[in-house]
């Protein structure tokens, strides 16, 4: 087994984990699983009869396993939540812990295409397995597609003037690598923002190639129908884009937000959660400094209050 701190640094470990409320003999589900940290940490507060669905769809994160009979690993995307308990036979859950984003492994793997730090081919698929790369998305789609996902995604207020500029880059030579991108993209940028705004190009890419919002609404609609009564919800975000959607199904209730998408998707006039900390949660200034990634964390807390 990987040691967990070579692969990923768990972030708010103690806060999500305490967020659980755990009931020893419950049944939890860690939809984001990485270096097992925040799983080892649930399983130290279970007793032999709790059980524990660790979810990832990352084969490198397979070697971190931890032996446990109570432990049932799931290869798959946390989208497929609901599905992947009723094939195990679960009915309810008492709580589940998701924490988004990307891990520090795959940002430090200069093989994976997640950072610009390293000339690497342009890849960005949390699952090598299966779906589209990165180059394949910026090489064959059309501008149009491209300046949404630039601009829904990254937020970047350049996204016409960044797919127009990679349409024509490409159509004299493929995109296939972090440093292709780097060099159309970076003129574009103002230099004291470059760093910063090159990071929401990668963002974007990221979240279009691994369908993350919408997979993000199918793991909470799956969470939001498992969940016992009583039972949490804790969830750490990133960025601004996976913290709305998170935000809005918590709301205690949907006139705080009437016209939100997610009120919309469940069809509900008033949630079924009950936020547990009304002010999100963020990292110690000693947990920041120790791990960088940890510096824009929140962490949201809701308890199941009807079915």
């Known amino acids: 087994m990987s040691d967990d701190a070579t692969y990923h640094v768990p972030v708010l470990l103690k806060e999500s984990i305490d967020g659980l ?20 940490e649930i399983l130290s507060r279970l007793s032999s009869r709790g059980r524990l669905f660790s979810f990832d769809q990352d084969a490198d994160a397979e070697n971190n396993i931890p032996s446990d009979e109570r432990l049932t690993f799931v290869r798959s995307n946390f989208r497929f939540l609901k599905n992947w308990m009723r094939y195990y036979g679960v009915e309810k ?21 997640f950072s610009f730090r390293w000339d690497a081919p342009l890849d960005m698929r949390m699952n090598k397995r299966a779906g589209t790369t990165a180059a394949e998305l ?9 300046a949404d996902v630039m601009y829904q995604y990254g937020e970047l207020r350049q996204a016409r003037r960044i797919a127009s500029a990679i349409v024509k880059a490409r159509a004299s030579h493929q995109i296939l ?30 979240i279009e190639v691994n369908h993350e919002m919408d997979a993000l609404r199918d793991m909470l609609q799956g969470a939001t129908e498992m969940l016992a009564e009583g039972g949490r919800l804790v969830v750490i975000t990133y960025h601004s884009l996976e913290d709305r959607i998170v935000k809005n199904v918590m709301n205690a209730d949907a006139g705080e937000d009437r016209n939100s998408s997610e009120q919309l998707l469940y069809g509900r006039s008033r949630s079924v ?6 002010k999100v949660i963020t990292p110690s200034e000693e947990e920041q400094q120790r791990n960088p990634r940890s510096r824009s964390a929140k962490l949201r807390v809701a308890e199941k209050i009807e079915n």
């Open 21 to 40: 409320n755990i009931n020893p003999d419950g049944v939890y589900v860690d939809v984001t699983f990485g270096g097992g940290g925040h799983s080892r």
């Open 93 to 113: 859950i008492d709580g589940l812990l998701a924490d988004l984003g990307v891990s520090s492994h795959h940002f430090d793997d200069e093989t994976r295409g």
């Open 138 to 146: 910026i090489n064959n789609a059309d501008e149009a597609k491209l």
């Open 177 to 206: 690598t972090t440093g292709d991108l780097e060099k159309v993209v970076k003129p574009l940028l103002p230099p004291a923002r470059e760093k910063k705004e090159l990071a929401r190009v990668f963002q974007a890419l990221r």
């Open 273 to 278: 959660y009950r936020k547990v900390n009304n």
